[in-house]
């Protein structure tokens, strides 16, 4: 693999995530990229986090810290919904904190695998409310 350039501050020829430049990303692709399962999406951010040493959206430290769920579908080969819920400690019970309401995130996929959250993070109440706002903002085209 040939070196890579790196400058101090991103142009738009270079990757968002790592400043490469252009073509010389190794994760660079298809803008056009879609994704079919979210075995695909798990896979694409796996191999993204491993080329540009960072942790992966689905670790399992951050999915048990967040006591995060990854529901199956994926809408529009690119976004798809997580569910996190606040667990207290049996210690943080004792200082009077309790178990918050599950709630739901609406993340993307991009071509290259990094994944990122669309709005706010824990927005919706339901996962129906999260469909709801993929469904009419982001596939509404």
């Not at 919706?124 to 409310?129: G, Q, R």
Request: net charge neutral; glycine share 6%.
């Amino acid at each position: 693999m040939k070196a890579h350039k790196f400058t101090q501050f991103p142009s738009q020829d270079q990757c968002s995530h790592c400043m490469w430049a252009g073509n010389e990303c190794p994760t660079k692709e298809d803008p056009m990229k879609k994704y079919r399962t979210i075995q695909d999406i798990k896979r694409a951010n796996h191999e993204w986090a491993i080329t540009h040493k960072r942790v992966s959206i689905f670790d399992r430290g951050a999915m048990e810290f967040f006591s995060s769920q990854v529901h199956d579908k994926v809408y529009g080969g690119r976004y798809f919904i997580t569910s996190e819920q606040f667990i207290a400690t049996d210690y943080g019970k004792t200082l009077g904190f309790k178990d918050g309401d599950r709630l739901y995130t609406v993340r993307e996929c991009r071509p290259d695998g990094s994944c990122d959250t669309i709005g706010e993070f824990q927005a919706y109440k339901s996962i129906e409310d999260a469909e709801r706002y993929i469904n009419s903002h982001l596939l509404a085209n």
